[in-house]
């Protein structure tokens, strides 16, 4: 298997997809929009971490400048119902930070606004990514978990501990966290306004 290559980029003229020449063999690589806007601005040899996929009619190699952006995709394509396009739609429609945080909040919402996924994929992908997530050491420090809880975190535990359901508690922390707030600011506005519904 092909895990990594090192070359000059020879033809990109469709997003997404690269011709990376290594020693005279040009090889098609497939990444996401991220990586490919990036790979505009560098004119040196360059080197990317590869994902190859064997099919019974293809090999294809998907490429990633982050190692961070390779694990992810490698961790979404194990999730049942989420091929390899669609890994790559995610990857190139949100930053892998944005994406983890989505998933560790458990925020269907957020997640049914990329393309190509519904309801019913938000919710496999927050079940399916979450334990995956949890033990993601690979993740660089600005995509893993904050090694101090956020406030907003700290004061979800607090509504569940208090009897709230954690989608109802999630909801209204998220609406109410401005990210300049303490834990008790956000559970008392919290409280202030389930109390009222």
């Not at 033809?11 to 990586?35: A, N």
């Not at 049942?80 to 990857?91: F, M, R």
């Not at 209204?172 to 519904?197: F, H, N, P």
């Given at each position: 298997?092909?895990?990594?290559?090192?070359?000059?980029?020879?033809?990109?003229?469709?997003?997404?997809?690269?011709?990376?020449?290594?020693?005279?063999?040009?090889?098609?690589?497939?990444?996401?929009?991220?990586?490919?806007?990036?790979?505009?601005?560098?004119?040196?040899?360059?080197?990317?971490?590869?994902?190859?996929?064997?099919?019974?009619?293809?090999?294809?190699?998907?490429?990633?400048?982050?190692?961070?952006?390779?694990?992810?995709?490698?961790?979404?394509?194990?999730?049942?119902?989420?091929?390899?396009?669609?890994?790559?739609?995610?990857?190139?429609?949100?930053?892998?930070?944005?994406?983890?945080?989505?998933?560790?909040?458990?925020?269907?919402?957020?997640?049914?606004k990329l393309p190509g996924?519904?309801?019913?994929?938000?919710?496999?992908?927050?079940?399916?990514?979450?334990?995956?997530?949890?033990?993601?050491?690979?993740?660089?420090?600005?995509?893993?978990?904050?090694?101090?809880?956020?406030?907003?975190?700290?004061?979800?535990?607090?509504?569940?501990?208090?009897?709230?359901?954690?989608?109802?508690?999630?909801?209204?922390?998220?609406?109410?966290?401005?990210?300049?707030?303490?834990?008790?600011?956000?559970?008392?506005?919290?409280?202030?306004?389930?109390?009222?519904?």
């Amino acid at each position: 298997m092909i895990g990594w290559l090192k070359g000059n980029v020879i033809d990109k003229r469709e997003p997404g997809k690269i011709v990376l020449d290594v020693q005279g063999v040009g090889y098609d690589v497939e990444t996401s929009l991220p990586t490919f806007f990036q790979l505009e601005t560098m004119n040196t040899p360059i080197s990317l971490h590869i994902h190859t996929l064997v099919r019974e009619d293809a090999l294809i190699l998907y490429g990633f400048l982050a190692l961070d952006e390779r694990h992810l995709f490698r961790a979404l394509i194990r999730v049942n119902g989420v091929g390899p396009k669609l890994a790559i739609s995610i990857l190139s429609s949100i930053k892998p930070d944005e994406f983890v945080r989505c998933i560790r909040q458990e925020n269907a919402a957020l997640l049914t606004k990329l393309p190509g996924i519904g309801k019913k994929t938000a919710e496999r992908l927050i079940v399916e990514m979450k334990d995956r997530l949890q033990n993601a050491d690979y993740l660089s420090s600005d995509v893993a978990v904050d090694a101090v809880p956020r406030h907003s975190d700290e004061a979800v535990k607090a509504l569940e501990a208090l009897g709230y359901k954690p989608q109802e508690a999630n909801k209204v922390i998220q609406k109410l966290d401005d990210g300049q707030k303490t834990c008790e600011q956000l559970i008392r506005e919290a409280l202030q306004s389930l109390a009222v519904r």
